[in-house]
Nanobody, 123 residues
Framework: QMQLVESGGGLVQAGGSLRLSCAASRAFSNNGMGWFRQAPGKERESVAAISWNGGTTYYVDSVRGRFTISRDRMKNTLYLQMNSLKSEDTAVYYC?????????????????WGQGTQVTVSS
């Protein structure tokens, strides 16, 4: 059973940066991965996605140019570098793994989810 564990969340001022990490319990080097977030009272939304080899990445419009998704296949770890953070980025952030090798922003196809890490941006 593959498990995903996020870390790196916390409280940061607007304009600041955080880097989230997602460690997998076993190799997921052949799976597409993604980051999602859910703010209080809102539906979960996709943030970024990456293909199995990192060759393809996608971002939702609201974070493009500020966030960077990456992965280290040797360390079985997924990252989300978040810069120029805004108060509207406040949410619980989840990493997830797909059943296939592709990058995709839609939640369909993601079969494994982490427990989430809280990111709070103060204005």
């Amino acid at each position: 059973q593959m498990q995903l564990v996020e870390s790196g969340g916390g409280l940061v001022q607007a304009g600041g940066s955080l880097r989230l990490s997602c460690a997998a319990s076993r190799a997921f080097s052949n799976n597409g991965m993604g980051w999602f977030r859910q703010a209080p009272g809102k539906e979960r939304e996709s943030v970024a996605a990456i293909s199995w080899n990192g060759g393809t990445t996608y971002y939702v419009d609201s974070v493009r140019g500020r966030f960077t998704i990456s992965r280290d296949r040797m360390k079985n770890t997924l990252y989300l570098q978040m810069n120029s953070l805004k108060s509207e980025d406040t949410a619980v952030y989840y990493c997830a793994a797909r059943r296939d090798a592709f990058a995709a922003l839609t939640a369909a196809g993601y079969t494994h989810w982490g427990q989430g890490t809280q990111v709070t941006v103060s204005s």
